[in-house]
Structure formats: structure tokens, C-alpha cells
């Protein structure tokens, strides 16, 4: 039986961009078609495997492993793929209704749950030399533990007070989470969906002010 100690969850945080790995992670895909060009980073194992080393959940020696055991075991790789992507609908689906303030469906909660109990099943102590961490463990070396941590960090958002902060940005339709003092953020970046905006705004004025004279 092989083990595999995986990092410590916590370390992803340091890498992601949106406020929350699970916001990373829906946000390897244009969910809205009228943002062009529409993209999904996902295109398969190889692209999947890559984005989540990119997030720091693969090492570079793990991303290899992963790779040699695709090439291995196509039918797996693509059910995986499918497992993947299927989590990543369900992730999309209710953190864009709580950023519109709506109960997310409990079907997709269920479905998460289900994520929850397998990845759970792994989650394990060890002593390292600077002191006691929750891991990953993976026993069956399987393609699609990538998901655990992503799943974790999806129940861990979904329960904490930054669940009232998760919005959609009104430029590029991203999702954050808002970190500003008054709550009010509108958009994932000021400085490129927040100026885009702004400058947006000003043309339509001075178009406006154009037309009045
Ligand atoms: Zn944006």
C-alpha cells in the first residue's frame, strides 16, 4: 500500500488570487458567454493537473506522478476529468447564489456533501519537525485527490463569516470574496475591472454632456 503525505491545506491559501482556493477554482472558467474570449482552463487531465500545481496543491514531482498514472489508466483519467468539473459546476452554482443573496440549491449541497465524506476519509495528523499538521492522505493513489483540499476549503468558506463577503465581479463576472472595510466592492480587481469601469463611465458622461450642448 502506498502512502502519500500531501501538504497541509493551510499552505494553499498563500498561493491563491481571488480570496479562496475554491474561488480559484471556479474561476478557471468564463462561466459568462458574454465575456469574451470565453475560456476554461480545464481543457484536460494534463491542463487540470498543471493549474492545480499552479495553485500550490501539486508538487512538481507529484504533477509527474499524476501524469505517468494517466497515461496509464485512460478510462480513470477521463472519469476523473468528469469529477472534477462536476464539482466545479456544483462550486459555481451555489456560491453564485449566495453572492446574489439567494438559497443555493440543496441538491449541489448534496452533492458536495458527497465530495466532503470521500476527501474527510483522508484527512489525517502527522508530527513534523515543526510540530503537529492536519495532511492529506492517499492511500489508493488516486487521479482525482486533488479535489480534497478544494473540497475542504469549500465547506470551510461555505461556514464561515466570509461567506456574506463571496460576490461576482461586475466587470468580468469572477467571483471573490470582498475584503474591504465597508463591504461594498464591485468589482475583483480595481485595478483592471474597477478602472475599466470607471473610465467606461466617464465616456458615457462626456458623450451625455456632448449631446446636451
Ligand atoms: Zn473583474
Given at each position: 500500500?502506498?502512502?502519500?503525505?500531501?501538504?497541509?491545506?493551510?499552505?494553499?491559501?498563500?498561493?491563491?488570487k481571488?480570496?479562496?482556493?475554491?474561488?480559484?477554482?471556479?474561476?478557471?472558467?468564463?462561466?459568462?458567454?458574454?465575456?469574451?474570449?470565453?475560456?476554461?482552463?480545464?481543457?484536460?487531465?494534463?491542463?487540470?493537473?498543471?493549474?492545480?500545481?499552479?495553485?500550490?496543491?501539486?508538487?512538481?514531482e507529484?504533477?509527474?506522478?499524476?501524469?505517468?498514472?494517466?497515461?496509464?489508466?485512460?478510462?480513470?483519467?477521463?472519469?476523473?476529468?468528469?469529477?472534477?468539473?462536476?464539482?466545479?459546476d456544483?462550486?459555481?452554482?451555489?456560491?453564485?447564489?449566495?453572492?446574489?443573496?439567494?438559497?443555493?440549491?440543496?441538491?449541489?449541497?448534496?452533492?458536495?456533501?458527497?465530495?466532503?465524506?470521500?476527501?474527510?476519509?483522508?484527512?489525517?495528523?502527522?508530527?513534523?519537525?515543526?510540530?503537529?499538521?492536519?495532511?492529506?492522505?492517499?492511500?489508493?493513489?488516486?487521479?482525482?485527490?486533488?479535489?480534497?483540499?478544494?473540497?475542504h476549503?469549500?465547506?470551510?468558506?461555505l461556514?464561515?463569516?466570509?461567506?456574506?463577503?463571496?460576490?461576482?465581479?461586475?466587470?468580468?463576472?469572477?467571483?471573490?470574496?470582498?475584503?474591504?472595510?465597508?463591504?461594498?466592492?464591485?468589482?475583483?480587481?480595481?485595478?483592471?475591472?474597477?478602472?475599466?469601469?470607471?473610465?467606461?463611465?466617464?465616456?458615457?458622461?462626456?458623450?451625455?454632456?456632448?449631446?446636451?450642448?
Amino acid at each position: 500500500m502506498v502512502i502519500i503525505v500531501l501538504m497541509n491545506t493551510n499552505d494553499i491559501y498563500s498561493f491563491v488570487k481571488y480570496g479562496d482556493p475554491c474561488l480559484d477554482f471556479i474561476n478557471s472558467k468564463v462561466w459568462n458567454t458574454r465575456v469574451k474570449p470565453f475560456a476554461d482552463l480545464f481543457i484536460d487531465y494534463e491542463h487540470i493537473v498543471n493549474w492545480f500545481r499552479h495553485l500550490g496543491i501539486l508538487s512538481d514531482e507529484a504533477l509527474e506522478h499524476q501524469l505517468e498514472l494517466a497515461t496509464k489508466h485512460p478510462i480513470e483519467t477521463q472519469a476523473a476529468v468528469e469529477k472534477i468539473i462536476k464539482l466545479r459546476d456544483v462550486n459555481y452554482r451555489i456560491l453564485t447564489s449566495l453572492a446574489h443573496q439567494e438559497m443555493p440549491p440543496v441538491t449541489d449541497l448534496e452533492i458536495l456533501n458527497q465530495y466532503l465524506d470521500e476527501a474527510m476519509e483522508h484527512r489525517q495528523v502527522v508530527l513534523t519537525p515543526n510540530g503537529i499538521h492536519w495532511v492529506w492522505v492517499n492511500k489508493d493513489v488516486s487521479l482525482d485527490w486533488i479535489l480534497w483540499p478544494i473540497t475542504h476549503a469549500t465547506a470551510e468558506l461555505l461556514t464561515s463569516e466570509r461567506s456574506l463577503r463571496i460576490r461576482e465581479c461586475n466587470g468580468c463576472y469572477w467571483m471573490f470574496t470582498d475584503t474591504s472595510r465597508n463591504g461594498l466592492r464591485r468589482w475583483c480587481d480595481m485595478k483592471t475591472c474597477g478602472n475599466r469601469a470607471k473610465a467606461h463611465r466617464h465616456y458615457e458622461r462626456a458623450k451625455s454632456t456632448k449631446l446636451e450642448k
